[in-house]
Nanobody
Framework: HVQLVESGGGSVKAGESLRLSCDTS????????LGWFRQAPGKEREGVAT???????NYAESVKGRFTISKDNADNTLFLQMDSLQPEDTAMYYC????????????????????WGQGTQVTVS
């Protein structure tokens, strides 16, 4: 049973930083795509950043240069380092995973055979 668990959300002021973590240890595929998504109240879910099993990262234009996605393979933790946070970054952030490594982009996510965490709230004032 795959279970993704996010942590690290919180409330910060504009310009500050947060680092989100996601425990992906229960997702054992060796070829994969991991991603961070967010959803603000009244808005559609949007892809923030993805990273595949070869280390290739992809970012939404709105976060390029401010956010960094990475994975610690030693303990299977996915990170999202968020710097220069702005009020428009306020949202629930979700960790997600699927097994199609060659299709690992923020603009596409499969509708089946994928896994999601419960989310962690980020609020920027």
């Amino acid at each position: 049973h795959v279970q993704l668990v996010e942590s690290g959300g919180g409330s910060v002021k504009a310009g500050e930083s947060l680092r989100l973590s996601c425990d992906t240890s229960s997702f054992s595929d060796t070829r994969y795509c991991l991603g961070w998504f967010r959803q603000a109240p009244g808005k559609e879910r949007e892809g923030v950043a993805t990273v595949d099993s070869t280390g290739n990262a992809n970012y939404a234009e709105s976060v390029k240069g401010r956010f960094t996605i990475s994975k610690d393979n030693a303990d299977n933790t996915l990170f999202l380092q968020m710097d220069s946070l702005q009020p428009e970054d306020t949202a629930m952030y979700y960790c997600a995973a699927h097994s199609i490594a060659k299709l690992c982009r923020v603009i596409w996510w499969p509708s089946i055979n994928n896994y999601w965490g419960q989310g962690t709230q980020v609020t920027v004032s």
